[in-house]
Every structure is written in structure tokens, then in C-alpha cells.
């Protein structure tokens, strides 16, 4: 008989091959804050924490009788609705239709399936920003493309010399982030389209994520991929993604969408519809109802005005200095040390933060501060960043 052959193994579990989940590493710092005898005040999450405005509840349930299937596209409600919102707030030019927008189930899924649905795969790469979200990494592991982390203004200063020559040609995405989360900078229209330019002649989908674009603080606009001062007046290639969970309080509802090429509106669209992925009518409806309430965006974005206004002079008392941070629910901070020794500083003081190494090497001395707690939370962590530097406590590292 002849010997057996060991038959190759019939997959290999993506899960294993993943870093651990970032938010589960904090659980001993969350457990110290907790340990506070006035309680933690938990600003690591950035999750709305605010009533979802009762306009939108109202449209929820008038459309909770949808015992139909909804459409990938979206009712053509929702599709005017985000046209007319892409023009009024983002700069897009009159011309944008039906055939430019896209409804997503949130924005976290698409940033982490869009070089899947774009067809990057092994042998490709996808570029994101130094200091970024981590989904736009994992998206690029969960193809098998090499993960470019790039500092995106030096990019649109220097263009070829900022990128490492060994994936140079090999980059088929392109992430932008302005408002950055974490860091809040916002970049300007010239950079942004310099970056534009350079993916264009090499053929690189150039996508932005611009979630936070309407809660600025220290600048006076954001611009978006979609703007023509970006673009040049053409959208070939360009992506512009959104969501309404911060501006609006829909983290919840999962409302969010795309926007940009019409040609890759429909590749997503074609993989969406076999794949069955559709915001449910009720949803669609609610955000239909959402796009269109700019004073409820408005009242938002004063409520997290205040919640900035008492926690960053109180940062800075205690020696923290605040960079970046012009646009969002971030203050992204040092004290000069080692982000996981401010990190269980400022548990210490019952106030859970985010590492920066969550969001790649260059975030070493920083933490990431949420505004995202309620007035009285926000109020208790003044009080104690204020206590501890009039005590003169030594700033974290403390």
C-alpha cells in the first residue's frame, strides 16, 4: 500500500492571524478607573452618549410597518437626501446624482471591506495614514495586502520620496482621514489634492473619510475629496465616506454611506446587492429624516463645544499639551511619556483614555481623550485633572 499523503489543510482561520482587538487590552486600566470612589468617567470609546433627536425617532417609527426587503441603493428618499447633503455641506459639485451615492450598513464595515469589494487582494497594498483608525489596516490584512502606514502630508509634499520604493507600484487604495481620528487635524484643501494628484497618475483609488467633517473647531472649514478645489472638477477614482453617528447620535442606527466615481458607486453596488447588504427601511427612512435636520447637527455640535471647552484647559493644567485636535470628539494629548504610563496615570485619577499605539507607532506619547461623556462625567474628570495639578501631583507619568 502506498503511504498516505497528509491532505493540505482546508483553511486557515483569518481570526488567528489577527492582532488582538485593541479596546481588549484596557480592561486592567478600566478596572483601576472603576476603582474611583466617584466612579470612572470613561472617555476611551468614542460612542455618542446623547438622546438621537426625536425628528428621527419619529421617522423611525412611521416606517417600522416595512415588511418588504429594502434595496442596496436605497429609497430614492434617502438617495436625495444625501445628494442634497453632499452639496449643502461637503462641497459636491451640482451635478451629483443618484448614480454618486450609496447607503452603507455604518462606515466601519465599508473601510474594512472596501479592498475586498475593490478586488486588492495578495500582491497588493493599501496606504492609510501614520497615526489612523485600525480598521483601515485591517482591511488590508483581511485580503492579504501589505499595510502602508504613510505620513499623508509629507506625501502631498514630496510625493514619491514620502513612499517606501518596495510597495510604491503596488498600492491600490489610498486612505485619507480629515478630520484625522485621532488626532482632529484637519488637511487642507491643497494638500488633499496634491495627494489626488499623485494617486492619479499612478492609477490609485483615492478614498477619505471625513465621519467627523462637521463638528470643526479651530479651522474654519473641512474640506472634502468630493469639493472641485480637490477633485479638479472630476470625481474619476475618488470615494468620499460618511457616517452620521457622531453629528447626529446614530452610532445605533448604523447610518452611513459613500459617495463619489459613479463607475465604483456601481462595483459596490453589484458586490452589495449579491451579498446582501442593505440598510433596513426603517433605517433608511430615519436617515432620509437625519440628512436633512441641520439645526439638530447644530445644537450637536455646541454640546460637544462645551464638553471641549471644560476638559482641554484641564488637560493642559495637569501639563498635558493638545495637538491636532482642530476638528472631532478628540483631544489627542501628551505629557510627554509613554502612552500606556498616561494611560494608567490618568486611571489613577478614575479617567479612562485610549493609547495612541492604538493607532500606529507615531502615537506612542499620545492618548486619545473623548468628548464623548455626558456634561456631568466630563464636569468630574475637570474637577480631577484641576485637583491633581493644584496638588501638584506629578503629571502622568505622573
Not at 436605497?74 to 459639485?93: C, N, Q, S, Y
Not at 485621532?182 to 494638500?191: D, H, I, L, R
Not at 467633517?213 to 465616506?241: F, K, Q, Y
Not at 462645551?306 to 483631544?331: F, M, N, V
Request: hydrophobic fraction near 45%; aromatic fraction near 6%.
Amino acid at each position: 500500500m502506498a503511504d498516505s499523503q497528509p491532505s493540505a489543510p482546508r483553511r486557515a482561520p483569518l481570526a488567528s492571524r489577527l492582532p488582538a482587538f485593541p479596546w481588549d487590552t484596557l480592561e486592567e486600566a478600566k478596572a483601576r478607573a472603576a476603582a474611583h470612589p466617584d466612579g470612572i468617567v470613561d472617555l476611551s470609546v468614542g460612542t455618542p452618549v446623547d438622546t438621537t433627536p426625536e425628528t428621527i425617532q419619529q421617522a423611525l417609527a412611521a416606517a417600522a410597518d416595512s415588511h418588504g426587503y429594502p434595496t442596496t441603493v436605497g429609497t430614492a428618499e434617502l438617495r436625495d437626501a444625501l445628494v442634497a447633503f453632499l452639496i449643502r455641506h461637503r462641497g459636491a459639485p451640482e451635478s451629483l446624482g443618484h448614480e454618486h451615492v450609496l447607503p452603507t450598513v455604518g462606515s466601519k464595515e465599508l473601510v474594512a471591506h472596501l479592498p475586498f469589494e475593490l478586488g486588492i487582494g495578495k500582491g497588493g497594498a493599501v496606504a492609510f495614514p501614520s497615526v489612523a483608525y485600525p480598521t483601515y489596516e485591517m482591511g488590508a490584512i483581511f485580503v492579504g495586502a501589505t499595510p502602508v502606514p504613510l505620513d499623508m502630508e509629507d506625501l502631498a509634499a514630496r510625493g514619491d520620496a514620502a513612499v517606501p520604493e518596495a510597495v510604491r507600484d503596488r498600492i491600490g487604495l489610498l486612505w485619507l482621514n480629515s478630520p484625522s481620528n485621532p488626532s482632529g487635524a484637519v488637511m487642507s484643501a491643497e494638500s488633499m489634492a496634491a495627494v489626488v494628484r499623485w494617486a492619479r497618475e499612478r492609477g490609485i483609488i483615492v478614498a477619505s473619510d471625513e465621519c467627523y467633517a462637521l463638528l470643526p473647531w479651530e479651522v474654519e472649514e473641512v474640506p472634502s475629496i468630493l469639493d472641485p478645489r480637490v477633485s479638479g472638477g472630476d470625481l474619476t477614482g475618488l470615494l468620499c465616506v460618511y457616517s452620521l453617528s457622531k453629528q447626529s447620535n446614530l452610532a445605533g442606527y448604523r447610518t452611513a454611506f459613500v459617495a463619489g466615481d459613479p463607475q465604483l458607486i456601481g462595483e459596490l453596488t453589484a458586490i452589495r446587492k449579491q451579498a446582501g447588504m442593505m440598510l433596513p427601511g426603517p433605517i433608511q427612512s430615519a436617515m432620509a429624516t437625519a440628512l436633512g435636520d441641520d439645526d439638530a447637527v447644530r445644537a450637536q455640535h455646541e454640546v460637544y463645544r462645551a464638553r471641549r471647552e471644560t476638559l482641554r484647559p484641564a488637560l493642559e493644567a495637569l501639563g498635558g499639551e493638545i495637538h491636532g485636535s482642530q476638528a472631532g470628539l478628540y483631544l489627542w494629548t501628551t505629557f510627554g511619556d509613554d502612552c500606556l504610563s498616561t494611560v494608567d496615570g490618568l486611571a489613577d485619577l478614575g479617567i479612562l483614555c485610549a493609547p495612541g499605539m492604538f493607532y500606529g507607532e507615531a502615537g506612542a506619547q499620545f492618548v486619545r481623550i473623548a468628548l464623548t461623556a455626558s456634561d456631568e462625567r466630563i464636569d468630574a474628570a475637570a474637577r480631577r485633572l484641576t485637583r491633581a495639578a493644584q496638588d501638584s501631583r506629578p503629571a502622568p507619568s505622573f
